[in-house]
C-alpha cells in the first residue's frame, strides 16, 4: 500500500503562516485528500478537504498541486491553541474497495 | 455533528482474555472504521465496512475481528488479547460525498493488555 509523508514535527510562533506538507504518491485519480487535526485524548477532527488547486475554509487552505503527489496545509496567523498534530489522509486505491490510510501526523508546536 | 459512542472508554484485560469493544451511531451513514493509535505510528486502520455486508480487513486486521451487527453499529474482537494490542482505539463514522470522505471520531478507547 502506498504510504504519506510528512514532517514528524514543526516549531513555530504565534501570529505566523503554518504551511505542512503531505507526500501521497499512488493516489487514486478521484481521490480526495483530507486533513485532520488531533488534540490530546482526542480523536482527529476534520479540518478540509480538496481535489485539486486551492480549497479555503473559516480555518485553513489547502493547496494541491497539478500532479497530486503532494498536498500543503496552509494555517494562517496561528494561535497557542493551534498546538495539536496534524494528518493528512488519502484514498488510496487497493483490493476492492481501497484503504484510507493517515500519515504519520506532524506534531505543531505554537509558542508565545 | 456525527455521534459516534464507544464502550468502554477505558479497559484493563490480561493476556490471553477475549475482549470486546462497541461502537454505535446515531446518523445511520453507510461506512464505520476501526483505527489503533499507538506513539509515534498514528493511526492505523484495522477493518472497514461500507454496509452491513461489506467488511474488510485494512493494514492491521491480524488478531482482531469484526462484526457488523446493524447499519449502526460496529463492534471490535480482540479474540486472545497480546500486550502489543496495547493502544488507543477509534471507532470511525463516515459520510458518503461523491468523491471524497469526512470521517467523525469516536471518543476512543483505551485498552491496556497486560
Known amino acids: 500500500l502506498a504510504k504519506t509523508t510528512q514532517p514528524i514535527s514543526m516549531d513555530s510562533y504565534e501570529g505566523q503562516e503554518v504551511n505542512i506538507t503531505c507526500s501521497h504518491n499512488n493516489i487514486a485519480t478521484n481521490d480526495y485528500i483530507t486533513w485532520y487535526q488531533q488534540f490530546p485524548s482526542q480523536g482527529p477532527r476534520f479540518i478540509i478537504q480538496?481535489?485539486?488547486t486551492k480549497v479555503t475554509n473559516e480555518v485553513a487552505s489547502l493547496f494541491i498541486p497539478a500532479d497530486r503527489k503532494s498536498s500543503t496545509l496552509s494555517l494562517p496567523r496561528v494561535s497557542l491553541s493551534d498546538t495539536a498534530v496534524y494528518y493528512c489522509l488519502v484514498f488510496v486505491k487497493g483490493g476492492s474497495q481501497g484503504n484510507l490510510i493517515f500519515g504519520k501526523g506532524t506534531k505543531l508546536s505554537v509558542k508565545p | 455533528d456525527a455521534d459516534v459512542t464507544q464502550t468502554p472508554r477505558n479497559r484493563i484485560t490480561k493476556t490471553g482474555k477475549r475482549i470486546m469493544l462497541e461502537c454505535s451511531q446515531t446518523?445511520?451513514?453507510?461506512?464505520m472504521y476501526w483505527y489503533r493509535q499507538d506513539p509515534g505510528l498514528g493511526l492505523r486502520l484495522i477493518y472497514y465496512s461500507f454496509d452491513v455486508k461489506d467488511i474488510n480487513k485494512g493494514e492491521i486486521s491480524d488478531g482482531y475481528s469484526v462484526s457488523r451487527q446493524a447499519q449502526a453499529k460496529f463492534s471490535l474482537s480482540l479474540e486472545s488479547a497480546i500486550p502489543n494490542q496495547t493502544a488507543l482505539y477509534f471507532c470511525v463514522e463516515g459520510i458518503m460525498w461523491s468523491r471524497g470522505d469526512e470521517q467523525y471520531f469516536g471518543p476512543g478507547t483505551r485498552l491496556t493488555v497486560t
Open positions: 480538496g481535489y485539486k
Open positions: 446518523k445511520g451513514h453507510d461506512r
